[in-house]
Nanobody, 120 residues
Framework: QVQLVESGGGLVQAGASLRLSCAASELTFSNYGIDWFRQAPGKEREFVASISKTGLITSTSESVKGRFTISRDNAKKTVNLQMNSLKPEDTAVYYC?????????????WGQGTQVTVSS
């Protein structure tokens, strides 16, 4: 059974850093692009970052550009989201999702999410 498991969330103060990880099992990992999303209470799910199957192409949303970096290790079947200079508005549940096609083409698998809370 394919699983995506996020980890690394927690409670930090504004300005701190966190590193989220998305680990895959039972998946030919290099066949999937991986995206990160987040959802804050009462808000819609928001795209955060994306990385291609090979890791050569990445993108981040304007709200996190310059602060968050996405990377992947296909040998370890993991994708990391390095989050620096965290702000209270980054507080949300963060999810990773795997897609076999391009961005916007739908997602094959989702993780269960990890909570990130940034205090002011």
């Amino acid at each position: 059974q394919v699983q995506l498991v996020e980890s690394g969330g927690g409670l930090v103060q504004a300005g701190a850093s966190l590193r989220l990880s998305c680990a895959a099992s039972e998946l030919t990992f290099s066949n999937y692009g991986i995206d990160w999303f987040r959802q804050a209470p009462g808000k819609e799910r928001e795209f955060v970052a994306s990385i291609s199957k090979t890791g050569l192409i990445t993108s981040t949303s304007e709200s996190v550009k310059g602060r968050f970096t996405i990377s992947r290790d296909n040998a370890k079947k993991t994708v990391n989201l390095q989050m620096n200079s965290l702000k209270p508005e980054d507080t949300a549940v963060y999810y990773c999702a795997a897609r076999s096609g391009g961005i916007g083409g739908g997602y094959d698998y989702w993780g269960q999410g990890t909570q990130v809370t940034v205090s002011s």
